[in-house]
């Protein structure tokens, strides 16, 4: 059992930056990689960014290059620089882990919203 903490969102004028962080708790152990998800009202729920135990990252088209993951292992967090940030960035973002020792299983956190608008 994996808990999700999101905070950072917040509103932001187009071409600013936000920085979420994400707190794990619980059997944090059996995680084998943390990313991070956003929904739009009327859209699907799409991947941002993900990033394994491993360090290796993966980004969405949409935020390569604007966005970057990184992790805090003594911290057990994970964080989601984002830059240059574009009104179709609004959405809710939510953290997510995978992982377990027998197969995969998903958590996912409260959400947090980031609303880039001038």
């Known amino acids: 059992q994996v808990q999700l903490v999101e905070s950072g969102g917040g509103l932001v004028q187009p071409g600013g930056s936000l920085r979420l962080s994400c707190a794990a708790s619980?059997?944090?152990?059996?995680?084998?990689?943390m990313g991070w998800y956003r929904q739009a009202p009327g859209k699907q729920r799409e991947l941002v960014a993900t990033i394994t135990d491993l360090g290796s990252t993966n980004y969405a088209d949409s935020v390569k290059g604007r966005f970057a993951i990184s992790r805090d292992n003594a911290k057990n967090r994970v964080y989601l620089q984002m830059n240059s940030l574009k009104p179709e960035d609004t959405a809710v973002y939510y953290c997510?882990?995978?992982?377990?020792?027998?197969?995969?299983?998903?958590?996912w956190g409260q959400g947090t919203q980031v609303t880039v608008s001038s």
């Open positions: 997510n882990s995978r992982g377990g020792p027998n197969g995969l299983r998903d958590y």
């Open positions: 619980g059997s944090i152990f059996n995680i084998n990689r």
